[in-house]
């Protein structure tokens, strides 16, 4: 069964003060890998597809890595507008079209 | 260019009712998947709907069922309502030949169960 975790659960941080968000999958065969972006009462923004270890996408402040097993959202910088819930999900083959996504992680940036 | 659309925004029913929830897709869409995020958890998957029918299901009862229409919006309907379907219940939209890469999400209907 395909499983995704997330960490740290909640994180705080300082503007300026960059850090990074840890995904950890567990797939029969990874068909892509997703970062979705989560203000409080609203449905997830899309932020990135990986779809292979090695692969690295940015966007603005945010750059995503994929390894084998896991995946990494790395924050440069924040501000307070970057504060939300991060969440990560996989999509495999054996499950045909399904998403499974993870827990998220709550992230506060404090001015 | 409109985005993905759900109405009602909140809900609020008692143990026992039934509800159904709406969505239409981002324009030229053709396929609707259904979520439900409880409270600090991420988005589980409910089923997806492709030419009127239902192609995917994740592990949700019988009593969680589904309908596409032909100009592509959806609707979920929920019966025999128990406490713990309270949640937010999201739609989400793509193309069947894309994949689920560029899945678009609706701003999601607020379910309460009281």
């Known amino acids: 069964e395909d499983q995704v975790t997330q960490s740290p659960e909640a994180l705080r941080l300082q503007e300026g003060e960059s850090s990074s968000l840890n995904c950890s999958y567990t797939v029969s065969g990874l068909r892509g890998l997703f970062w979705y972006r989560q203000d409080p009462g609203k449905g997830p923004e899309f932020l990135f597809t990986?779809?292979?270890a090695g692969e690295e996408k940015e966007k603005e402040r945010l750059k995503a890595t994929l390894t084998k097993k896991e995946s990494f959202l790395h924050i440069t910088a924040p501000k307070p507008e970057d504060s939300a819930t991060y969440l990560c999900?996989?999509?495999?083959?054996?499950?045909?079209?399904?998403?499974?996504f993870g827990p998220g992680t709550r992230l506060s940036v404090l001015p | 260019d409109a985005g993905v659309t759900q109405s009602p925004t909140h809900l609020i029913k008692t143990r026992g009712q039934q509800v159904t929830l709406r969505c239409s897709p981002k324009?030229?869409?053709?396929?609707v998947s259904w979520y439900q995020q409880a409270l600090g958890q991420g988005p589980q998957f409910i089923f997806q709907?492709?030419?009127?029918?239902?192609?995917q299901r994740g592990n949700f009862p019988d009593r969680f069922s589904g309908h596409q229409f032909p100009n592509y919006s959806s609707e979920l309907n929920v019966n025999a309502l128990l406490l713990g379907d309270s949640a937010l219940y999201l739609c989400a939209s793509s193309l069947a030949w894309q994949g689920l890469d560029e899945q678009f999400f609706g701003p999601g209907t607020r379910l309460t169960v009281l």
């Open positions: 999900a996989v999509q495999g083959r054996s499950d045909g079209q399904n998403f499974v």
């Open positions: 324009s030229g869409h053709d396929t």
């Open positions: 709907y492709y030419e009127e029918e239902e192609r």
């Open positions: 990986l779809y292979s």
